[in-house]
């Protein structure tokens, strides 16, 4: 066993802003593993594709053959998993490979690392991590006044998607309680930053401000959630499986709550400055309210008590810091953008939004 990691998604979102940071911060090898699905995109990793540090390997985390010879073949000190079918919207329309992913995958590679890691010495048994990267959504939704989630909050989860991370979070917590493997569990709040697929409320609102496009508001906008820079999440996951105690779970948010309506108007007036309309408007005049989602959950609030006391883990961004730097990524990424809003993004954005009544694309 060296310092080598496996990470699972690292071609998506979240995932690939961990690779990075972790590659060029010099910690160690990372086998990234990544099926490439509409939200893979390797055009993230480019800064690293030529570095020694960094093997991509595309496939599945269900596959369990794929999965043995990569772990025998690498011998990792740790597995980061960050796959997963993770929109909402998507869940509610078809739920089939948020099952298959996040709940059938994470099974697979719960067996291949518990077979691993029986294999191994009892000192590198010890030192071995299975950090699952989960979010705050299996707890449900919150009334206005209610206390923010702590890691003790009873699990709730309301859509497919939620339902699926809540049950793969099940499964990793009984593989601790029944056969020892040494796990450690993240629930994050909405993560925003550069690399944020232009599905999700802050890239998608970016996106159609610039096109000209309808800025779709679902319901009242009143929903509110609790705003995390994707790097200060990389930041606390390092930090987690630096020091977290082993079978713990640890809650990350960025004590940023907000209603949508909040978010999509700062992004709109942050545009007004850095990037005016033509006609000298404001781009909150795109702003369409639309038919809202089924089942859609009132508020999000994390309690990031326990990973700061215990852990020292603290975001670096305010909203404000996070939200101008994200605007800056995406203007200054238009051809990253042009990218993956061609093929089957357009085509699914576009079945989404027809059936809301708004043609946007
Ligand atoms: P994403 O959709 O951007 O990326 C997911 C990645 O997983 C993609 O690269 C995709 O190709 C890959 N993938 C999907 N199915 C796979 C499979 N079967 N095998 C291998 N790879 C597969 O997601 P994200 O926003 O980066 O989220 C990453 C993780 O963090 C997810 O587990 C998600 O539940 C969790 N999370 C996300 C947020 C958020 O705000 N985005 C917040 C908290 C937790
Ligand atoms: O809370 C963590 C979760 O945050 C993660 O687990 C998910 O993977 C991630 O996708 C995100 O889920 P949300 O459903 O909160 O994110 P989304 O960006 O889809 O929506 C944010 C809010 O904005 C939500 O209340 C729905 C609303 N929304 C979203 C879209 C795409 C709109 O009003 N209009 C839209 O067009």
């Not at 690392?113 to 950090?131: D, I, K, M, P, T």
């Not at 450690?184 to 690399?195: D, I, M, Q, V």
């Amino acid at each position: 066993m060296n310092n080598t990691i496996i990470v699972t998604g690292g071609a998506g979102f979240i995932g690939a802003n961990f690779v990075l940071a972790w590659v060029k911060q010099g910690l160690g090898t990372v086998v990234n593993l990544d099926k490439l699905t509409y939200a893979g995109n390797l055009e993230n990793l480019v800064e690293i594709q030529h570095n020694p540090h960094h093997v991509f390997v595309h496939g599945d985390i269900g596959d369990r053959t794929l999965l043995d010879k990569l772990l025998s073949e690498h011998r990792p000190c740790a597995v980061v998993n960050f796959a997963a079918e993770s929109h909402v919207d998507r869940s509610i329309h078809g739920p089939e490979d948020f099952i298959q992913t996040n709940v059938v995958g994470t099974f697979h590679l719960l067996e291949a690392v518990r077979a691993y890691w029986g294999g191994l010495s009892h000192e590198n048994r010890q030192n071995f991590r299975f950090l699952h990267v989960s979010t705050d959504e299996v707890y449900g939704s919150l009334g206005k006044t209610d206390a923010a989630f702590t890691e003790s909050h009873t699990y709730a989860p309301n859509s497919p998607y939620s339902a699926s991370k809540a049950a793969s979070d099940h499964l990793v917590r009984a593989y601790h309680h029944t056969y020892g493997l040494p796990t450690l569990t993240t629930n994050c709040s909405n993560n925003y930053g550069p690399h944020h697929f232009p599905e999700k409320l802050i890239p998608l609102v970016i996106h159609n401000a610039l096109a000209g496009l309808p800025l779709p508001i679902y319901g009242t906008g009143q929903q509110i959630r609790d705003w995390l820079y994707v790097e200060d999440h990389c930041a606390a996951i390092r930090r987690v499986l630096e020091a977290g105690k082993v079978g713990d779970v640890y809650n990350v948010g960025g004590w940023n709550e907000k209603p949508n309506i909040e978010v999509v108007k700062t992004l709109c007036r942050m545009l007004d400055i850095k990037k005016p309309r033509a006609d000298g408007k404001s781009y909150v005049d795109q702003i369409t309210f639309v038919e809202d989602r089924l089942g859609h959950d009132q508020r999000y609030a994390i309690d990031a008590t326990k990973i700061a006391s215990q852990l020292g883990w603290k975001p670096k961004e305010t909203f404000e810091s996070g939200i101008e730097k994200t605007v800056n990524w995406y203007l200054e990424h238009q051809e990253w953008v042009a990218n993956v809003t061609s093929g089957d993004y357009r085509h699914w954005v576009a079945k989404h939004y027809a059936e809301r009544g708004e043609e946007l694309a």
